[in-house]
């Protein structure tokens, strides 16, 4: 995700469209060597917090991470009780 890529600027773009439909979640580290500056995966639509991971590659390993990751699809999930858009499932109908 190179700056001025041609991805970035479609998100750019379309920022205000992803808005409408979904929560995005923007996890970065401060010691990232691989991505610089590291507070460029901050996105203003998104929630975006720092995590205290050792390198870029441990991201998709590290158990807080990954515990933070699932807690923000529960919560966006409009099905699960966690949620704050929580809706009860309709029943099903039976035949």
Do not use: G
């Amino acid at each position: 995700m190179r700056q001025q890529s041609e991805f970035i600027a479609e998100l750019e773009e379309n920022d205000h469209r992803i808005a409408q439909h979904c929560r995005p979640l923007s996890l970065w580290t401060p010691l990232d060597s691989m991505i610089l500056p590291q507070n460029s995966s901050v996105w203003h639509i998104a929630e975006n917090e720092q995590m205290l991971v050792s390198m870029h590659p441990n991201m998709i390993r590290a158990p807080k991470v990954l515990d933070r990751v699932t807690k923000h699809v529960k919560e966006s999930d409009p099905f699960h009780p966690n949620s704050p858009k929580y809706k009860k499932k309709p029943e099903s109908v039976a035949a």
